[in-house]
């Protein structure tokens, strides 16, 4: 694989390509099949290559920006509790490189944009939720704690970087109010639920089709000690996928009767789990709103806007549920208002 990016020299992959010579032998590593499998919203990229009769996942993690450690220590915990999740093949922390064992070259959201027939979607989702209830009983030993703190900073990015800068709207001292109002009303009741694994990001694009039953899971180097409802609130309001309320509802209650079943500390009564769960998706929402303007206007990642309406719809949805996010609805038509005169088709 030529180590150019962009038309310059990419060092990164010169130093990459280097360090996979070294080890092709002992893998039986095809360095010169090299290609780009993914990327993300962080500095991390992944390449796969032939290596044997099979292939290999490598992760490049610049160590100035991403650090491979706590990576490798979730990798560990999830794989004590029998999660599908990466082997770890090789390392070299000095440099941020990692080559990990494949797990599959589909994950959920591009099987569901390839097309699905409701059986495949159903059997994928449940197979998901059979994964998240196990997944739940995985250790949270050295796990920072998702707590009011972090609940509390994770929202400032609405504020700062969805309504100001994306919307370039000025919020007066009483939408301020309101917001923070409501903010803290979110982080209180979110912080009370019972603290588990949390995966931050458990949905589509980060699922692997596996066609013997449970999903791959990728992407979890971020996980937390958090709300119980965090990453059922992932799954079912999915930034990247579209679910309409029935569907939610549906793999909601699965989830719930599984966790239950399972002695996982969801609530008893349903009516609690389910304004449980929708609270906390709010806070994730509002979160995604602002970190995807920030993508985009920080970083030059304009894909993420794709996404803006969804997130902003599920938001609404709860909004216009709970009487004390009114406040909020009236500020995203606000927003959205502001969107329509400044130019944007969204």
């Not at 993914?38 to 490598?58: C, E, M």
Request: glycine share 6%; charged share 20%.
């Amino acid at each position: 694989m030529e180590p150019t990016l962009n038309n310059r020299t990419d060092h990164r992959l010169a130093a990459l390509s280097l360090w996979l010579h070294d080890i092709a032998g002992a893998r039986g590593l095809d360095v010169a099949t090299l290609q780009p499998a993914s990327s993300d919203a962080s500095f991390r990229r992944y390449f796969r290559l032939q290596a044997g009769s099979g292939t290999a996942i490598v992760m490049d993690a610049p160590p100035q920006q991403e650090d491979c450690r706590p990576f490798l220590h979730v990798t560990g915990l999830l794989a004590q509790t029998g999660v599908k999740v990466p082997k770890v093949l090789a390392q070299n922390l000095d440099e941020g490189f990692l080559l990990l064992s494949d797990l599959g070259d589909q994950t959920y959201y591009q099987a569901i944009q390839a097309g699905l027939d409701d059986t495949q979607l159903q059997t994928l989702y449940r197979n998901a939720l059979k994964a998240l209830v196990q997944m739940q009983h995985t250790p949270v030993s050295g796990l920072p704690a998702y707590d009011i703190e972090r609940l509390s900073q994770e929202l400032t990015v609405f504020p700062e970087w969805y309504a100001q800068r994306h919307c370039q709207a000025s919020l007066n001292d009483t939408e301020l109010q309101a917001l923070h109002g409501i903010f803290e009303l979110l982080v209180t009741e979110n912080v009370r639920q019972p603290n588990v694994f949390v995966h931050r990001d458990f949905h589509s694009p980060n699922l692997m089709v596996s066609h013997d039953g449970l999903p791959g899971v990728i992407d979890y180097q971020d996980a937390l000690a958090g709300p119980i409802t965090y990453d059922i609130a992932s799954l079912v309001m999915d930034a990247r996928t579209t679910w309409e309320e029935p569907q939610q509802l549906d793999w909601a209650i699965r989830y719930w009767e599984a966790a239950r079943a399972a002695g996982l500390p969801v609530a008893s009564d349903f009516a609690d789990f389910h304004q449980a769960y929708e609270y906390m998706s709010l806070q994730r929402n509002l979160r995604i709103l602002g970190v995807f303007a920030r993508l985009s206007h920080r970083d030059g990642k304009h894909h993420y806007l794709d996404h803006i309406p969804r997130v902003n719809a599920y938001a609404r949805q709860v909004a216009s549920r709970y009487n004390a996010f009114r406040p909020l609805l009236r500020l995203l038509d606000k927003l959205e208002n502001r969107q329509i005169s400044v130019g944007y088709t969204f």
